[in-house]
């Protein structure tokens, strides 16, 4: 454990150093994030209309990143499986690195979902025998249930 705190404060300091390019940049990341939480707010309170998909278009964006992101995630665990299979020690870093970035990918599979649906709120749909899950028939659904497996397998991994 305090491995990893003194990964995450190692993290922060590097994180906020820099020069003024660097931190105009974070500052434009920075606002940009804030612009896509103000979308996301006016989504949840007006429903997926004011995304202006309609049926001819379903899901459009939502769904291509969250195809993108599972190809992410999948290729992380790709890149560091070599080291779990050899064996080899001095690959260790990287591997943290790789897991971290298909945690990183799975979660925002699962957060593209949640979007999705129109908001977390209809996110207890997804639970089987509690929600209209439309399980196994729904493609949706066997991704939830996978990516969840996938999610847990992941973050358990490195420790």
Not at 13 to 32: F, K
């Amino acid at each position: 454990m305090q491995v990893f705190i003194q990964f995450i404060k190692d993290s922060f300091q590097s994180a906020t150093r820099g020069n003024l390019t660097y931190h105009i940049w974070m500052g434009t990341l920075t606002v940009l994030m804030l612009l896509g939480a103000f979308a996301f707010y006016i989504q949840l309170r007006d429903g997926l209309v004011v995304t202006g998909m309609s049926d001819k278009v379903s899901w459009g964006l939502y769904i291509s990143n969250f195809t993108f992101l599972v190809g992410v995630a999948a290729a992380a665990v790709m890149l560091v499986l070599p080291t779990y299979v050899l064996h080899d020690v001095g690959f260790k870093q990287a591997v943290l690195i790789g897991e971290g970035l298909a945690v990183a990918a799975l979660i925002m599979c699962l957060a593209f979902v949640t979007v999705d649906l129109g908001g977390p709120a209809r996110a207890w749909h997804l639970i089987p025998k509690l929600g209209y899950f439309n399980w196994p028939s729904s493609m949706l659904a066997w991704d939830v249930i996978v990516l969840n497996g996938y999610l847990f397998i992941n973050f358990s991994i490195p420790f």
